[in-house]
């Protein structure tokens, strides 16, 4: 069973999902871009199995706050003062797309925060050519003005984020989406040769693997973070059709 809360974090209330034992070893996940924390709904409870899974609205998103000020970095600072604010010191931490850019924003500016990442079919931070976006017609459950604001970090992206990568000191676990997603392949595996402590995985279903492959992705991050780090030895594997959902 989850349950939906909200915690003030320096002036911004941030919705999120809450799940499993709160025994267990802490676990955050963090959304794409125009997604809210429900987007985790087919891999949560798997998840929650063996973890207390906070699944967070980032800022401008679903029941979060909508505040009119966007960056990737403010949403880092929100994703830290979350964690200072439920006493989380040091937990593992998931990402998918533009929430994997926040996540390995966060390991390289604390990267004492962060025992394990993954970051699901994020490209590494390398100027790409600009597109406009279209604004969708009708009510909208994410501020229009934070992807304009994002859309642009994501297609210039600061020098930092790169020179940050060097920083992370956690073992990271990169998901490939394949062929079949928009995200290029080959910036995917350089960013999983950029982490110091990365590998990558590949569950050839697209974009969106944690939805279209729920089982295969929850088998691989669940075996990551389980897995003993004086015993890794594999660093790059293709997960076939057999093992999709």
């Not at 996940?29 to 929650?48: I, M, N």
């Not at 995200?183 to 939805?211: K, S, Y």
Request: net charge negative; aromatic share 4%; glycine share 10%.
């Amino acid at each position: 069973m989850s349950y939906r809360r909200s915690v003030d974090v320096g002036g911004i209330r941030l919705a999120h999902q809450v799940s499993g034992s709160p025994d267990a070893p802490p676990l955050v996940l963090l959304h794409a871009l125009g997604e809210d924390s429900g987007d985790w709904g087919t891999v949560a409870p798997a998840l929650a199995r063996g973890r207390r899974v906070y699944a967070l609205d980032l800022r401008g998103h679903g029941r979060s706050d909508w505040p009119g000020e966007y960056s990737l970095e403010l949403m880092r600072a929100d994703v830290i003062r979350f964690l200072d604010v439920l006493g989380l010191h040091r937990v593992d931490l998931v990402g998918h797309s533009m929430g994997g850019i926040v996540a390995y924003l966060v390991a390289s500016e604390q990267p004492e925060r962060v025992a394990r990442l993954v970051l699901e079919d994020v490209s590494a931070p390398r100027p790409r050519p600009a597109t406009t976006p279209v604004r969708p017609e009708g009510d909208l459950t994410f501020d229009w003005a934070m992807v304009l604001a994002v859309r642009c970090q994501i297609d210039t992206p600061p020098a930092t984020w790169l020179e940050g990568l060097d920083g992370i000191t956690a073992e990271t676990l990169v998901v490939a989406g394949g062929p079949g997603s928009h995200v290029p392949q080959n910036g995917v595996a350089e960013l999983a040769r950029l982490i110091p402590r990365g590998r990558m995985v590949t569950i050839p279903v697209g974009h969106l693997v944690h939805d279209a492959a729920p089982e295969a992705f929850t088998e691989a991050v669940s075996g990551f973070l389980e897995l003993d780090s004086e015993t890794e030895t594999e660093t790059d594997r293709d997960v076939g059709p057999g093992c999709r959902s």
